[in-house]
């Protein structure tokens, strides 16, 4: 009885290795065909962005350089000819304004010297027949300076009384701050209405949920994007594993066959392409395994839309078949 339950634990042990090893082996074969399908992808989509580089460039290089050329000439002819007329023009346009610059001075300065002969000989005339008056506005002036200095220093002596009743009004009240007498202000109004703090709290409490769920719907997109994608890579993994799988049991099963009984193979019963209708078919699509196309064909519906011209299913892969 211990043998045998030593012999069964052993035996489990051995089986749970095992699935472990299954389990990681074939992990790694998902991993590694992930990659390699990605390496594919990458290699493939630099090849042509290469090669439509290449193209576009070798089509359109003589007239680049033509272009270059023109636009080049007619910079030069523009920079030099247009710097030439800018800089005539230029030199005409300051010549005529320094000389108007320079006539306007000169009126200036007579017109100047002529008013001020003029405002001098006016002055002189009315101070003659305005003496008396000039010395009354003089007394005026005087008057009214004394009233300012009686008036300014009552204003003075005032402002100091009220300075100081304002201190005994701060020594009474002992000097609250103004901050913290506008607080006790609000805690009173809160207490005796609080229905406008209660509206304020339930807005931000509105704010926060709202904010809460944008946050999750964004990051929600992601989440099932991802899940997406790993669902889609595992069921596109599965579908050529299947496909290899299956390819391998033909060719193996055609292996056993005698070679006495394998009849000779005939080009033409497959059929020429049904899209171009000139070479023979020798791709089929993956997962429907229509054989209809030729490789140049196949290539071409691949890359621009990638479905089955017999069946409309979408094409996850080509398979080259030789006959």
Known sequence: MVLSAIGNFIYNFYCLLYHIVAIVSYAGYLLYCIIHNVSWIVLWCLQNGTAFTQMVYEDNRHLIQDTKTFLAGISNFFVTNVGNVCSAVVFVARAIWGGTIAFLLALQLSIWGAKQCL?????????????????MVLFDGLLSDGWKLLL????????????????????????IPAQSAWGLLLLALIYQYPAPMVAMLNY?????????????AKLRRPYGLAVDYLSNAYRFAMLKRNAIDSVRQSSGQAEVEPMRRRPTPNRSAVGNCILCEDNERTVAFIPCGHLCACKACARALCHYNPVCPLCRKFIERKLEIYI
Do not use: H
């Open 152 to 175: 300014e220093t009552a204003q003075s002596m005032g402002k100091e009384f009220v300075a100081a009743l304002v201190n005994v009004k701060l020594y009474v009240i002992q000097e």
């Open 204 to 216: 931000f409490k509105e704010m926060v949920s709202s904010g809460f769920c944008f946050v999750r």
């Open 119 to 135: 405002v001098l000989i006016g002055d002189a005339v009315w101070m003659l027949f305005t003496a008396p008056y000039q010395l």
